[in-house]
């Protein structure tokens, strides 16, 4: 899931998915017949949902696509005057911290969403929609089950020196989500801070986060730190690998869906945020693209562990794009220090 989402350039790009509005529910809906969707989700599950959501809805939808930070630079320059109606699949993170963008609405189903993932959420203004723990992967070849590191602060060790994996936090998403989930178990604090750089002094700094499970795959590595579905994708396509959930607890942070603040096509939007985390959508994501749901009735991908065995930690989602600048700066700050 973490794939979904980007702090950094992407080139936008609109597509309208024009299908046949379904009869009676078209005619009889009140909406405005249409509705703009900005996202960060990958192209194949916006070309799979599009279509299905405007045969139950008789609504045109329209996606604007781009990586988070560009999706939310844009609905800034248009804030007098907004073109989107819908933020869908974004960071929750960032889109958080641009609670002036939005409009708050509770969806059909909040219900059925876990309470865990709506922490500094925006005031309830973004909605929890996919979810994806912070792992460690560990190759199996290089080293056993028992050996691999179980918690984020054995990775502190000296004897992980240069055999641990890390993407730069000031260029991958996952990796700047890692970096807050070490600040939340150990604290935004001396003692949080010493586990960070101490871990620092011990991690290959690589260039992007699909690099980090691919090197461990390929035995380059150790280990490495990353997010739940890259992980899985290498155990699925047979590479000799483990993935743990670190024992001194883990974030589980959800990608997040919100209502534009302005917006042209309100009814139409409340229509495709109800639709977006619906039962029917999520067990399609769990099942064909092996992304978790933050709704309690919806089982996880095959091969992931239920939510249930993973020690998570009350992540702050607000909290974390808040401190992205700041963060970064001090990350770093310890890099220029420690290589």
Known sequence: MRGWWRYGAMVLGVMAL?????????????????????TAAQSTIVQAIGPMFEKTTGIKVQFVEGGTGEVLKRAQAEKANPLGDVFWALAAEP????????????????AKIAAIYKKGMAGGRVIPNNVTPMVIVYNKKLMSEADAPKTWKALVDPKWKDKIAYAAADKSGSSYTILAT?????GDNDTGWKVVEDTMKNAKILPSSSRVPKGVADGEYHAGLTYEDAAMRQVAGGAPVGVIYPQDGTSVPPDGNALIKGAKHPKAARIFLDYAVSKEVMDLLAEKFSLRSARTDVNPPKGFAPLSEIKAVAYDMEWAGKNYAAFVKKWQDIIVRVK
Do not use: R
Request: overall charge negative.
């Open 95 to 110: 889109l958080a911290a641009n609670a002036d963008l939005l409009e708050p609405y509770t969806v059909a189903d909040d």
């Open 18 to 38: 024009a299908a046949a509005p379904t009869g009676a529910l078209a005619a009889s809906a009140d909406h405005e017949g249409q509705v703009v969707v900005y």
């Open 182 to 186: 070490l600040l939340t178990v150990f």
